[in-house]
């Protein structure tokens, strides 16, 4: 068993590996009784607080496993649709949407490493540099992501698994950004609204990388060009 035979593997392994993450800090910062931490402003720990801690390693594992599996999906999916394992883009804005879709995966990835690297304690200001870039960079891939199904999905209105996709990846997509712009607004002047708002948008980030082990699921078993040859024979119908 091979990731080239069960390229879903990606996309579920940085799934579970954020969501284990996310819930060991937690559990780790209620067993030791809820400390305050140098860096927090209020009562609720951030996730960048625990990770500047003695759960640094974990922290920065868990982004670095995180970030390139969200790359390698977005990358994987757009070459399994050149090779036809998957619906391919039929058009040339498709295409550019999932190029686009995959740099914004790559400057998100690349922020979210590189604030797991400079914690809060003793980087502050490039923490939230960074921060900001993981967030723009994943927004952008988002939406260019959900661009892009909606053409797909315009397409092959009669494939009900693509529908699916598209339907999650939006509502996923737009409940996320809107938590991240108000995580901005609120992150300074109320910051335990923000950290309830971190914890949310990085838990619900789980379901996010989960839409696309559902969306590579449907190469296994599938040869080159064998969607293709699907489309015509439907459309010769």
């Known amino acids: 068993m091979g990731l080239r035979q069960y390229p879903q593997l990606i ?9 284990v993450m996310l819930w060991v800090m937690l559990i780790v910062w209620l067993a030791l009784g809820q400390p305050m931490y140098p860096t927090m402003q209020g009562k609720i720990a ?5 990770g500047a801690r003695g759960l640094k390693p974990l922290f920065i594992t868990g982004c670095c496993i995180t970030a390139i599996s969200l790359t390698l999906s977005l990358s994987i999916e757009r070459w399994l649709r050149h090779r036809g394992r998957l ?22 990835s690349a922020g979210i490493i590189l604030l797991s690297i400079f914690d809060t304690q003793r980087h502050p200001s490039l923490h939230r540099l960074f921060l900001l870039i993981f967030i ?23 494939y009900y698994k693509l529908r699916r996709s598209y339907m999650a990846k939006s509502i996923i997509a737009l409940i996320l950004i809107a938590a991240a712009i108000a995580f901005g ?3 300074d002047s109320k910051p335990d609204v923000g950290g309830v708002l971190e914890w949310f948008i990085a838990f619900g980030f789980t379901f996010y990388l989960l839409t696309f082990w559902y969306d590579l699921r449907q190469a296994v078993g599938s040869k080159r060009g064998l969607q293709n040859r699907q489309i015509q024979m439907r459309a010769a119908i």
């Open 136 to 158: 723009v960079g994943v927004a952008i891939s988002a939406i260019f992501t959900v661009a892009e199904y909606a053409w797909l999905h315009k397409d092959f209105v009669y």
């Open 87 to 108: 619906l391919p883009n039929m058009r040339t804005r498709e295409k550019v949407c999932s190029v686009l879709s995959v740099i914004g995966a790559v400057i998100g």
């Open 11 to 19: 996309p579920l392994i940085g799934s579970v590996v954020w969501f």
């Open 46 to 50: 951030y996730i960048s607080d625990i």
């Open 185 to 187: 607004i609120v992150l």
